[in-house]
């Protein structure tokens, strides 16, 4: 399954946020920097999903805000 994802990071409190069926905005803690927002954002969904953090991919935006997440 894929899904489009709103990356808000540096926020105060880490969460996920379902816009609709295949939309989340999901805020995490963690800057944008060397990659950590983004490592946060799969932890992020992984535990909203209740599934390994190893079977959520970042298919595109991986530098945007905007992204496209694929779930295993």
Not at 16 to 34: H, L
Not at 38 to 49: E, G, K, Q, T, V
Request: a positive charge.
């Amino acid at each position: 399954m894929k899904i489009n994802v709103k990356a808000k990071p540096n926020s105060h409190e880490e969460k996920v946020e379902k816009v609709s069926d295949t939309e989340f905005i999901v805020s995490v803690k963690e800057p944008p920097v060397q990659g950590r927002a983004n490592r946060a954002i799969i932890n992020a969904l992984a535990l909203h999903f209740g599934i390994a953090s190893v079977r959520v991919k970042i298919v595109s935006g991986h530098i945007s805000r905007q992204k496209v997440v694929e779930i295993l």
